[in-house]
Every structure is written in structure tokens, then in C-alpha cells.
């Protein structure tokens, strides 16, 4: 635990030492109808836009300008490929080697995608294990899968949930559940870090337990992209997703990663639904030969993608290049280590950290369950300029982004907090 302090000299004393203080002024800080910055909690629903995201995007539009079809190659940045840009910048954030990762599609149309690979249900192993608190759209999304494949979307779903009275998973019930049906889960499929709780899993953990019952492992990792260190190629998982406007500050709806491990990088038996840009790019235009799979995450590119898209993806993962993931979880755990202590002071009876206490087993973001409230105090944070996020019934999220957010910012939230429960 560091040494953290209370009051504000502290505070600013904090930002004036900190390594990363220079990025904050890379990005556009929202501001209120007077003109002040306001305090904003939310990179972890649409991550901030940085600066340098303009200059990028009007290149492309430049070059669109200019050369219209022949900006494939006589672009800057030729968009023929130009989703290999991102790749080696994207890898180092989600720890994968380059040939696991693609820039493609949506998350949830990535989750799918690669279910149509990973999912291979049979007779007797055909089940789908999700945490019982999954984000909706992939409880959705596997619910859908079962029946596509002519199951039944609620025998066929396993969920692992806290134990009784408690709001976090537990490893021990995870194993419970395979010692039991293991033999019937052909799919695990975990979010990474769960965007309620914040609860970060062990990813490593979770998928050697799953392999040792057979069942195929993947995660969604919409919230530990770009906010912790998920070591994807060392987890062994056989395939992740995530977005890029989370974390990734890649501006709203905005493309997304996949990873898919090495070992299955070559296996063309893998079945997998394909268009022209999983082909071998070297004879992709000749359009009249055979299929010819791209090796790697690559090959389960479809189409070509939204290069402006992808510019605001280059200009984000720039961002990121420069700071390097290790720097910034350094001080994010200074950050939400010092929320926390601010946090503490407010006492047992107003409120709860859902959060886990563990540095190792958190983001930056901490959920905090306000005892009697209701989502008037979500609008009195509003209106003293915190952006927060609120979910019924009881509790609000937020995430101090290293990238960005200031020791004063989390300072000013909690006093702002305090004074609106004291009041
Ligand atoms: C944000 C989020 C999504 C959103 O999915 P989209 O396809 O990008 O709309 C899905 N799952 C999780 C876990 C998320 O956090």
C-alpha cells in the first residue's frame, strides 16, 4: 500500500511528479457550457479523443481527395494493407504475438465470427459456461449461438455466479462446475475483466482449467484492452475480442481487435466463414482462383475495412506506443490505489467498493455501491460536472484513465461525493 495522503496540496502535488503527466494534454478534455474541463469517469463506456486523431483522419481524407481508387498504393499510408499498421502497436497492448492479432469488424460480430470457428458443439459436449453477470450483448450472443445450432438457449447455458451474498467470482466455484458438467461445456467464453464489477480474472487460470476439461476458451476483453496487462499469447486462450472505444479511445463505435493463438495460426481445418481479405493477399485480386487461407488472425478478415476508421485506431495505438502498456498500469494503480484510499474515508456505512481490493485483480475502474441512494445522486455528480456512470439500483462506476485523468480529477469526485452525502 503507498503512502497516499489526504487533501488537495497532495493531490496536485501527485500530478506535478507524475512520469505521465504530458499525455493528459494530448487529448481533448470535454468541458462544460462555461468552459471548464469537467471530471470525466467514463474511458471505460467511450475513451477520450486524442489531438493527433484529427490529423490522421483528414490524411486519409486528403489522400482519398487526391487519389481516389489509387490511394490503395499511393496513399501515405497505403490502405491496401493498411490494417498492418496496427498490428505489432496492437499486440503490445493485449500482450499477443503480431501474427494473433487483427484489427476487424465489431466486437460482437468478432465474438461470433469466432464462434463459428470455436464453437463445435457435439452430442454430448455442446454447453456454453459465461459469468452470470456477462455484458448483455455476449450473453446474447451465445444464447443466439445455442439455438443456431438447435439447442436450447437456457439448458444449454451454464453460468458461473458469486456465491451467495457475494458480488465477485470465485475460481473454486468455476472448478466446482467443470468437476460436475465439465464434460458438456464446449465453450467457455469469459469477459476478461467484467465491466460491473471490474473484477479482472486470471486469464491464464481460467483457461487451463477449462483445457484440462476439454472445453475451448475465450475472452472478451472490451475492458482490460488498453487499461491492464492481459498477457493474451501467454493465457493460452484459443481466441479473444475486443473494442476500441473503450480504452482504446478510438472514438465511437469504432473497429475492434481479435486474437486468436498461435497454435492455431496455420490449421486449416479450422472452419471458419471467410471473404476476400482472408485470401492470400498476394493473389487476392486475381479473383478467379482457389481460396487461399491468410495464416494467423488475418485469415478471418472478411472484407475491406473502414480505413478512416482504422486512421483513428493508428492514432490512438500511437498514443499508447509512446506510453507503453508497462508505464501506464504503473500509474493506474497509483491512481485507483489512491480513489481507493480517498474512497475509505467516506466510511463503511455510506458506501461499498464492489471492486476488488487487489491491485492485481483490478483495472482502474472501482464500482462503488451507494448505501440509499438512487439515481438522483447520479444527477447531482452530473451537475457539479463529474461524468460518471450510473447502474441501477445502486451503484456507480468510474475510472480514473491514466492516459488522462489527474490525481486532482479523482480528488475532485470524491470530495464532490462526500460533500453530496453529507448534504
Ligand atoms: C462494450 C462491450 C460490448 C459492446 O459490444 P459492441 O459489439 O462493441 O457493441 C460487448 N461486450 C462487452 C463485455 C463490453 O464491455
Known sequence: MLNYKSGLDYALKQ??????????????????????????????????????????????????????????????????????????????????????VVVMNTLT???????????????????????????????????????????????????WKPPKDKTLLYYEDLETILQQEGDTI???MIGGVNYYTGQFLNLKRITKLGHEYGCVVGFDCAHGAGNVELNLHDSGADFAAWCTYKYLNAG?????????????????????????????????????????MLP????????????????????????????????????????????????????EDSIRIITPSSPEERGCQLSIQVKQADKSLHHKLTKAGIISDWREPDVIRCAPVPLYNSFEDVYRLVDTLKSILNG
Not at 130 to 143: G, L, M, Q, R, W
Not at 323 to 347: H, R, W
Open 15 to 100: 500530478d506535478q511528479n507524475d512520469p505521465l503527466k504530458v499525455f493528459r494534454h494530448q487529448f481533448h478534455i470535454p468541458k462544460d457550457k462555461h468552459g471548464n474541463a469537467l471530471i470525466y469517469m467514463t474511458g471505460n463506456s467511450l475513451g477520450l479523443q486524442p489531438k493527433q486523431t484529427k490529423t490522421y483522419v483528414n490524411q486519409e481524407l486528403e489522400d482519398w481527395a487526391n487519389f481516389g481508387v489509387e490511394g490503395h498504393f499511393e496513399a501515405k499510408n497505403p490502405w491496401l494493407n493498411y490494417h498492418e499498421f496496427l498490428t505489432q502497436t496492437m499486440a503490445n497492448v493485449v500482450g499477443a504475438k503480431p501474427i494473433e
Open 109 to 159: 460480430a468478432n465474438l461470433h465470427f469466432m464462434m463459428a470457428s470455436f464453437y463445435k458443439p457435439t452430442k454430448s459436449r455442446y454447453k456454453i459456461l459465461i459469468e452470470s453477470d456477462a455484458f448483455p450483448s455476449d450473453k446474447y450472443a451465445v444464447e443466439s449461438q445455442l439455438r443456431h445450432h438447435g439447442y436450447n438457449d437456457k439448458e444449454g447455458l451454464i453460468l
Open 186 to 188: 464446449a465453450l467457455i
Open 252 to 292: 465511437p463505435g469504432s473497429l475492434a481487435g481479435c486474437f486468436v493463438h498461435e497454435r492455431h495460426a496455420y490449421n486449416k481445418d479450422l472452419n471458419r466463414f471467410t471473404g476476400w481479405w482472408s485470401h492470400n493477399k498476394a493473389t487476392r485480386f486475381n479473383m478467379r482462383g482457389e481460396f487461399d
Open 296 to 347: 494467423g488472425a488475418e485469415g478471418w478478415q472478411l472484407s475491406n475495412p473502414p480505413i478512416l476508421s482504422m486512421a483513428a485506431i493508428k492514432a490512438s495505438l500511437d498514443v499508447f506506443a509512446e506510453v507503453g502498456i508497462g508505464a501506464l498500469t504503473k500509474k493506474s494503480k497509483k491512481l485507483t490505489g489512491y480513489f481507493e484510499f480517498l474512497l475509505k474515508d467516506l466510511g
